[in-house]
């Protein structure tokens, strides 16, 4: 069932109440703020018999999903197109739930995440969904506005017209105006404060050779879309300097890791360059890839997609929030300096960079590939089952793939990539993972279903 946090509820009802006069005549809102106590009754009636609504549950329907994410990834891999300040997870998350919101609106075969909108009995719930998608895009991506109806228009024109079509829009378009006001104050559009160096070892610093400013550094108070807060599940502080453990990790990747390295295998240097392209992306595409295989219907797909997005928008909340409370070096950093008062680390390389060179302008601890990718296998395993034939493309190597059997073994390699890449240690890749999975098991607890 779905739910809202404390947090989430508190900031609907101020936030809805602008955008509440834009209800057209003879609509209404119900059950605006779905918070902690959803049961079975209140979802509703399915309408599966009423022959609009059968739309949503077609073999293969769910394909509209996957095209409006589509779009999504495209938009992302333009530059300059996501705001520098504003996390990309954070367009992933507001295009699903609302996707999803207009869609059981009509359908009632779940509950929704914050609203559901009366519609008449003849409501098309693929009009919904495509105008939802629109909207959301339109209105975060505003220079893509001819392109964003251009697409609408063609996902459209395969519903017939009619008093259906129109009252599916007019869900889509109220789903899409009420989330965008639930969301609105978030604290994503705070600016983020200036990151205050401390010099001395194990502290975070500015990484060679591009020496970028830290980034998101307001992340981990972004209000979470399931988690009580972005510190609910914040793992505990890293192992001393001074320990074993720090020695074993860090001098790993000052073997794996170096872009001249000679200990690193062809292979894992394919992997180093497989995993570099924005984590979140890859997830998406390969629930992309899911919902098509399966031929998910429409319910379905706007299930997964909408889970996993608020999952992985979860999961940013929450590492922004562990790196900025813990600010650990970079593995550049302490293999150029040094580890002082630890005997077992390696000799210091001043001259030592990572594969690839740059480095991601934030602290090292916990790993961002490691906690997104355990979050992401957690959830696709528990809607596709845990043994899965997997083929993954790599948006920076493109005609190469990478086969596996499972969810969770991506996410493994995934996680082992920044290691052979330089860019974290092992005991930033186990942290992540270990609140990837914990939110994601979490949100499972709020939101379960598995694919029909």
């Known amino acids: 069932m779905k739910r809202l946090t404390k947090a989430m509820t508190a900031a609907l009802m101020g936030s809805v109440a602008a955008v509440g006069a834009l209800a057209a005549p003879g609509w209404a809102q119900e059950g605006s703020a ?17 022959p609009a609504s059968r739309a949503a549950f077609a073999p293969g329907s ?33 295009l699903q739930t609302a996707t999803y919101d207009a869609v059981v609106s009509i359908t009632h075969a779940d509950a929704p995440y914050a609203f559901s909108i009366v519609a008449p009995r003849d409501a098309r719930p693929d009009a919904a969904a495509d105008q939802a998608a629109h909207d959301i895009l339109s209105s975060l991506f505003p220079s893509f506005g001819t392109q964003l109806d251009q697409m609408l228009a063609t996902e459209l024109a395969s519903v017939p017209n009619g008093p259906g079509k129109d009252a599916g829009i007019t869900v889509g378009q109220r789903a899409a105006t009420l989330l965008l006001a639930l969301r609105a104050n978030d604290g994503s559009a705070a600016t983020p404060p200036t990151f205050n160096f401390v010099n001395q070892p194990g502290a975070y610093q500015k990484t060679p050779p591009n020496d970028l400013n830290p980034v998101f550094t307001n992340w981990g108070s972004v209000t979470p879309w399931v988690l009580n807060a972005g510190d609910q599940f914040r793992p505990p502080p890293p192992p001393a300097l001074t320990s074993p453990e720090w020695a074993a990790a860090i001098n790993q990747v000052q073997s ?54 608020q999952t992985l928008a979860d999961s940013a909340i929450g590492f922004y929030d562990a790196k900025y409370t813990y600010n650990l070096w970079r593995p550049v950093t302490a293999i150029e300096a040094g580890t002082p008062n630890n005997p077992a680390v390696d000799p210091a390389n001043p001259t030592w960079l990572p594969q690839p060179t740059t480095t991601a302008a934030d602290p090292s601890y916990p790993a961002a590939h490691s906690t997104v990718s355990e979050a992401a296998a957690t959830i696709l395993s528990a809607f596709y089952g845990h043994h899965v034939d997997l083929t993954v493309a790599s948006d920076a190597l493109p005609g190469v793939t990478r086969s596996f059997s499972s969810f969770q073994a991506v996410a493994d390699e995934a996680g082992f990539s920044r290691i052979v890449a330089g860019q974290h240690t092992s005991i930033d890749v186990n942290a992540g993972d270990a609140l990837g999975k914990n939110i994601a098991q979490f949100v499972l607890g709020q939101a379960f279903g598995t694919e029909g």
Request: without cysteine.
């Open 62 to 94: 769910g394909q509209l999903v996957v095209d409006w994410n589509k779009e999504l990834i495209k938009i992302e891999q333009t530059p300059g197109a996501q705001p520098a300040t504003i996390h990309p997870t954070r367009s992933y998350a507001l």
């Open 256 to 309: 794996l890791g170096e872009n001249t390295s000679t200990t690193r295998t062809p292979d894992e240097t394919t992997i180093a360059k497989f995993w570099a392209p924005p984590i979140w992306n890859t997830w998406n595409e390969i629930a992309d890839g899911q919902v098509i295989s399966h031929q998910s219907n429409l319910e379905n797909a706007a299930h997964v997609m909408e889970t996993l997005n």
């Open 34 to 50: 779905r918070s902690h106590s959803t049961t079975a009754s209140e979802v509703g009636t399915v309408l599966v018999d009423a």
